[in-house]
Structures are given as C-alpha cells and as structure tokens.
C-alpha cells in the first residue's frame, strides 16, 4: 500500500497555464507539507499543513496556493505557470506532532514548463 | 534558508568499500536526521539522532552528532551497488520545519 501518493508522475505545460498537483497519505499523519526540489537537488520546504490548518507559508509566488480538503489530502494549484517554476514537487507528511518528526515523502511529481 | 550542508558532493567508491559523508548545520537544533534519495524517486528516512546523542547505528549505517562542532557523519558500511543514492541531512530547529541539504550523490561501482 502507498503511503503517500501524489498526481500526476509527470506534468508538462506551457507557460501561463494553472495546473493542479494532489496528495494522499494513509498513514494517519496530521502534518502535511509540499517541497520543491530544483536542478540541483536542493529541496526547499514551500507550505506546511497540520490538521487543514496552515502551520508553514515559506516566501512562495502567490501563484502557488495549497489545499487541504482534509488531513489525509493536500493538493497544490499553480497559477500562471512560469519558466522557473519547473522542478520536483515532493510532498510529505509527518506524525500528528509533526515537529522535527521523521517525515514520509511521495514519489514526487516532475513539472516541466515550456 | 540552507541550513544543512553536505560534504562531499559526490563520492565514488567500490563496492564492499565504506562510505562517509558530513553535515554541517548552523543554528541549534532539536535533531538530525539523514534521508537517501534513489534516481527519481522520494526521500526515504535512514536514521535521527537526537541533539543528546552523539552515535546511533541502524544495520549498516552509523551517525554521530557532535552539537560542538556542528556537525554530523553518515557512515555506510561494506556499500552495496543498492546504497546508490543521494544522501541528505535535514536539521530540525524546534519547529515544523526540516532544513535540509544539497545532498551527497554516492555511486558505488560493481
């Protein structure tokens, strides 16, 4: 069973364009959290969620909006599609503690912006 | 901003070799914790170490933790062509925040 799962895989798009990515986790964790990892390999935290409740909200365009129907979900919308915003979009989530806990990723989604 | 970094940035080593790699941090922290990163895929946990702590083993991983220094060592032990992977440090600050690294990319040849 996946603990964290995320859609799509892969997200190809042209610039200007808004697009979607979802989150589900089934393990219980009441904290959730979306990454961007860039070209680098850096991973940089973006939003965090604890309980639907925004916990974390890190310097991030405006364009970038999350949202939490409910604990297990997580999803990110993008707004306005720019060049800079291809990378590796993780999400994660962690014990109902949540601080400094081990945290458990997804498989990541690559978006690619043309 | 970066907290963690990782030192090197790239290893190459035999298999049945030893593999180490270092973290340095900047501010105090609550833990540490070091991930692995296989091509493509998420971050898996390996190992947290507690800021009272200064070694904890897990299989063929070793950690140590010196908060003196600031600094933190992942050991792999007799590395298999599996432990081929991206390694991070991620620094927990007393928040809910993970601060983590560039990481080290480790190859391990046949």
């Known amino acids: 069973d996946t603990a964290v799962s995320q859609t799509p895989k892969y997200l190809v798009t042209q610039m200007g364009n808004d697009k979607s990515i979802k989150c589900e986790q089934n393990l219980g964790h009441d904290t959730m959290y979306w990454y961007k990892q860039d070209s680098k390999k850096f991973l940089k935290i973006m939003f965090s969620?604890?309980?639907?409740?925004?916990?974390i909200n890190e310097t991030v365009p405006n364009r970038f909006s999350p949202k939490s129907p409910d604990k297990a979900h997580l999803n990110l919308h993008i707004n306005s599609l720019e060049l800079g915003d291809s990378a590796v979009y993780f999400c994660?989530?962690?014990?109902?503690?949540?601080?400094?806990?081990?945290?458990?990723f997804g498989p990541g989604t690559r978006l690619t912006v043309l | 901003s970066q907290q963690g970094e990782e030192d090197p940035q790239a290893l190459s080593i035999q298999e049945g070799e030893n593999a180490t790699m270092n973290c340095s941090y900047k501010?105090?922290?609550?833990?540490l914790q070091w991930y692995r990163q296989n091509s493509g895929r998420g971050l898996v946990h390996l190992i947290l170490?507690?800021?009272?702590?200064r070694e904890k083993h897990s299989g063929r991983l070793r950690v140590t933790l010196d908060t003196s220094k600031k600094s933190s060592s992942l050991l792999i032990t007799a590395s298999r062509a599996a432990d081929t992977a991206s390694y991070f440090c991620a620094t927990d600050a007393n928040d809910y925040k993970l601060s983590f690294g560039a990481g080290t990319t480790v190859t391990v040849r046949a």
């Open positions: 501010t105090s922290i609550n833990n």
């Open positions: 994660a989530s962690s014990r109902p503690e949540g601080r400094g806990d081990t945290q458990y």
């Open positions: 170490i507690r800021s009272n702590e």
């Open positions: 969620y604890n309980n639907k409740e925004l916990i």
